[in-house]
């Protein structure tokens, strides 16, 4: 009997036994061979992956804890600056392997106060100092800016610190302000 591509049944059976006996006898060496091919894959996904940055996890309470203000607040104006700097603790790798800063402009966003949470209750208004990208582009593991629309409306629960010139900021900083500044979705049945 014949099968497919002209090989015989006992050809197939000759191969299979060839196989099975060089697998019993090299069994102790397939513990190896898998190490070597886990090291290698593991090698590769660290490559593919060293585009990634380190980013602190604020949960609530540190949010809170850190902020000398905590509101519930909507924006009423956006103002550019001409304030341009290097957003802190994150850096764009080119592919030729060159590092550069990743620039912000600056921007200052006025918000009314509907509630305070945290720190003096005598603010009915606050400006928010905070950048957007000065080249926009798409990154990834890029910094977690914010912008504001006010003609939306929305409600933000905000963690801030006070600046020295008056102005708030992000508890979590520049980099990443979107930890610490929440849009209020109100959910309807």
Same mark, same amino acid.
């Given at each position: 009997?014949?099968?497919?591509?002209?090989?015989?049944?006992?050809?197939?059976?000759?191969?299979?036994?060839?196989?099975?006996?060089?697998?019993?006898?090299?069994?102790?060496?397939?513990?190896? /061979?898998?190490? /070597?091919?886990?090291?290698?894959?593991?090698?590769?996904?660290? +490559?593919?992956?060293?585009?990634?940055?380190?980013?602190?996890?604020?949960?609530?309470?540190?949010?809170? %804890?850190? +902020?000398?203000?905590?509101?519930?607040?909507?924006?009423?104006?956006?103002?550019?600056?001409?304030?341009?700097?290097?957003?802190?603790?994150?850096?764009?790798?080119?592919? %030729?392997?060159?590092?550069?800063?990743?620039?912000?402009?600056?921007?200052?966003?006025?918000?009314?106060?509907?509630?305070?949470?945290?720190?003096?209750?005598?603010?009915?208004?606050?400006?928010?100092?905070?950048?957007?990208?000065?080249?926009?582009?798409?990154?990834?593991?890029?910094?977690?800016?914010?912008?504001?629309?006010?003609?939306?409306?929305?409600?933000?629960?905000?963690?801030?610190?006070?600046?020295?010139?008056?102005?708030?900021?992000?508890?979590?900083?520049?980099?990443?302000?979107?930890?610490?500044?929440?849009?209020?979705?109100?959910?309807?049945?």
């Amino acid at each position: 009997m014949r099968l497919q591509f002209g090989a015989s049944v006992a050809g197939w059976r000759k191969l299979f036994v060839a196989v099975a006996q060089l697998l019993v006898v090299r069994r102790h060496r397939a513990h190896d /061979i898998m190490k /070597i091919y886990l090291t290698l894959l593991m090698s590769l996904f660290l +490559a593919l992956e060293s585009q990634a940055r380190l980013k602190q996890f604020w949960s609530y309470d540190m949010l809170t %804890d850190k +902020a000398t203000l905590v509101v519930v607040a909507t924006p009423t104006k956006v103002e550019e600056t001409s304030e341009l700097a290097a957003l802190p603790n994150i850096v764009t790798v080119h592919g %030729d392997g060159t590092k550069a800063d990743v620039m912000g402009k600056g921007v200052e966003t006025s918000f009314d106060v509907l509630t305070v949470l945290k720190g003096e209750h005598s603010p009915k208004t606050f400006v928010l100092h905070h950048f957007k990208l000065a080249k926009p582009e798409v990154t990834m593991n890029g910094p977690d800016l914010v912008t504001f629309e006010p003609k939306d409306k929305k409600q933000y629960l905000m963690f801030l610190q006070r600046e020295a010139d008056g102005r708030y900021i992000a508890v979590s900083g520049q980099t990443d302000p979107e930890d610490a500044i929440k849009e209020i979705v109100e959910r309807y049945p």
